[in-house]
Structures are given as structure tokens and as C-alpha cells.
Nanobody, 123 residues
Framework: VQLQAYGGGLVQAGGSLRLSCAAS????????VGWFRQAPGKEREFVAG????????YYADSAKGRFTFSSDNAKNTVYLQMNSLKPEDTALYYC?????????????????WGQGTQVTVSS
């Protein structure tokens, strides 16, 4: 099983980025998939996630109204569209998957992780 996260980069405050996470060896539609981020010196935190089984999307308060989680089952890929980016969004962003429809924000509950993609927002 491999999750490949990509799409990060350097962007000015107010700009946008779209992160992608492609899976091999598993089918995202059978998993709860989450995006997490970790800034230097901070714990990894939940950003957004969804179960394709339940078709409900969840967002951290910091992401609501600015970030959008989406998926393409045909490509077995999930996305995180990030708009109105702020310097405090700077972090390494990870995608992760947990089998089933159970909704969880805890990093301990996920079975598979991507390698992370760096997002840097300049002021």
C-alpha cells in the first residue's frame, strides 16, 4: 500500500494550492481518508477528511470556509483545495487512510500515511 501526496509549494498569503493524494494497493472508497498537517515544533493535526461510504466531509475549524476536500474514485485520488492561505497554514501536509467509515481525527487511528508535501505560505 502506498499513498503519494503531492502539490505543495511556496505561495503568498491569500493564494491557493491544490494537494493531491493518490493511492496504490487500496481503494479509497473503502476508507476514511484524512488530510493532516504538522508545523515545526507542533503536533500533527487533522485538517479535513471524508468517508466515501458515508459521503460526509469533516473540517477542522481552521480549514472551514477555505479548504475543500474532494475525491475522484476513478483515479483513486483525493484532493485538498486550499484557498485564502495564511502564513499559519505553513506545514508539512499528509494524507492518511483508515479502513471503514469510522470518523476519527486522531493520528493514532490511521492505518496508512503518505510521505507528506510541504506547504509554505509567505506573508
Amino acid at each position: 500500500v502506498q499513498l503519494q501526496a503531492y502539490g505543495g509549494g511556496l505561495v503568498q498569503a491569500g493564494g491557493s494550492l491544490r494537494l493531491s493524494c493518490a493511492a496504490s494497493g487500496l481503494t479509497f472508497s473503502n476508507y476514511f481518508v484524512g488530510w493532516f498537517r504538522q508545523a515545526p515544533g507542533k503536533e500533527r493535526e487533522f485538517v479535513a477528511g471524508a468517508s466515501r461510504i458515508g459521503a460526509t466531509t469533516y473540517y477542522a475549524d481552521s480549514a472551514k470556509g477555505r479548504f475543500t476536500f474532494s475525491s475522484d474514485n476513478a483515479k483513486n485520488t483525493v484532493y485538498l483545495q486550499m484557498n485564502s492561505l495564511k502564513p499559519e497554514d505553513t506545514a508539512l501536509y499528509y494524507c492518511a487512510a483508515r479502513e471503514g467509515a469510522y470518523t476519527t481525527y486522531s493520528v493514532l487511528d490511521y492505518d496508512y500515511w503518505g510521505q507528506g508535501t510541504q506547504v509554505t505560505v509567505s506573508s
